[in-house]
């Protein structure tokens, strides 16, 4: 199998969410900027020589990881047993196999027990655990191969949280199935949805992520709103309190990515400088404390970010040099700096260089280098990192059947 094919990974509290103005309908939900290069060859402009441009996603569920081939079909490894790999099992996987029930995909996401598929045409299909309807199908049964959400079309970007799914359709609304006790729909009822629902306190949208019980989104004027459970502070609005509407986060402008952990959430600015906010009790927000903070705050021992992501205590970014860098939780190996030592500030990631972007799971790290090979660290209980193990890293190792 060609490694090179392998363009865009998906999961739970992945991948960065960025926007280039307007995205156009039906592209990948992730847009990372790019150093300076002469020539696009996919959608994009090339400002100053500095270039917005489809760039490959990654991201993690639970314990699993997805993968998107540049033919538009998907592929994954790991944990499987509500059906979350989509191909019509729930064995586990310890190297990549190709899901069924979807083709012509241009972006994949997953929440913790589901994966979720962008398609070319603006639908949106989901597989896996379904008990809240997070599938989006009408049904709260779970699913072993793609289905096709209802409720919305024209769909440009796609997230998973915990439970629940999350669309941004092309014209800037959100919408949104699944779990919503916490009202991370944003629908303003706290009360779960089996299809698609429309979030309130948000217009211009150009990207969203989610954590375990909160969703944020991205505005096109770079501003970013939140919804959902609050008790640490991840909705960035300067207070404790939940919210079922979309409100907007304080301490953050000119945001051109998001990335959510389990409750916390962490923004890139244009400048590439990071912001956090939310949990910080194993220094996830790296700003060298381990106090939390209900506002955005400057995370330190980064700078030149070009992509941001996050696993339920940690968090990942991307320099512009295609170098990795990490902070938080680290007692799987998931910083990668070949320590279960965790860090409140970012360092170096050991293993592996020219990355392209990056994803995070609930305790591991995924890297996917430019020249298409895929890297990952930390916890492998489920397959995970896809090395054919269930062995955990601390340092990034190649992963296998991509």
Not at 9 to 22: C, L, R, S
Not at 76 to 83: D, V
Not at 242 to 258: D, P
């Amino acid at each position: 199998m060609d490694r090179r094919k392998f363009l865009k990974f998906a999961g739970m509290a992945g991948a960065a969410e960025a926007f280039f103005g307007k995205l156009q309908p039906a592209l990948a939900q992730t847009w990372q900027k790019l150093g300076p290069i002469t020539t696009v060859t996919g959608h994009g402009r090339l400002p100053n020589r500095v270039a917005w441009r489809k760039s490959p996603t990654m991201a993690f569920g639970g314990d699993f990881a997805v993968a998107l081939r540049s033919d538009g079909l998907v592929f994954a490894c790991g944990y499987n047993g509500k059906g979350q790999l989509g191909d019509t099992t729930i064995v586990d996987k310890l190297t990549y196999v190709q899901a069924l029930g979807v083709s012509s995909a241009t972006a994949v996401a997953c929440g913790y027990r589901h994966t979720i598929a962008l398609r070319s045409d603006g639908l949106v299909f989901t597989t896996g655990q379904n008990g809240y309807g997070q599938l989006g199908d009408n049904t709260i049964v779970d699913k072993s191969t793609y289905v096709q959400a209802l409720g919305v079309s024209g769909v440009a970007s796609i997230a998973g949280g915990g439970s629940n799914t999350i669309a941004v359709r092309s014209d800037g609304l959100v919408f949104a199935a699944g779990y919503n006790v916490d009202g991370e729909l944003g629908d303003g009822t706290g009360v779960a949805k089996s299809t698609f629902v429309q979030a309130l306190g948000i217009s211009n949208a150009v990207a969203a992520a989610a954590g375990k019980r909160h969703a944020v989104s991205l505005r096109s004027d770079g501003l970013v709103f939140a919804c959902g459970y609050n008790s640490m502070g991840q909705l960035g609005d300067n207070t404790v309190t939940g919210k079922l509407t979309y409100v907007q986060a304080l301490g953050i402008s000119n945001a051109v990515a998001l990335a959510c952990g389990f409750y916390h959430t962490v923004a890139l600015r244009a400048d590439g400088l990071v912001f956090a906010t939310g949990q910080n009790t194993s220094g996830q927000l790296g700003d060298n404390t381990l106090v939390n903070k209900s506002s955005f705050v400057q995370a330190l021992g980064i700078s030149n970010a070009v992509a941001v992501a996050a696993g339920i205590g940690h968090t990942i970014a991307l320099r512009s040099d295609g170098l990795v860098f990490a902070c938080g939780a680290n007692s799987h190996g998931q910083l990668g700096d070949n320590t279960i030592v965790g860090k409140s500030t970012f360092v170096q990631a050991l293993g592996v260089s020219n990355v392209a972007t990056i994803a995070g799971g609930w305790y591991d790290t995924t890297a996917l280098r430019s020249d298409g090979l895929v890297f990952a660290t930390g916890v492998n209980w489920g397959g995970e990192l896809g090395d054919n193990t269930l062995v955990d890293k601390s340092t990034f190792i190649q992963s296998t059947g991509v």
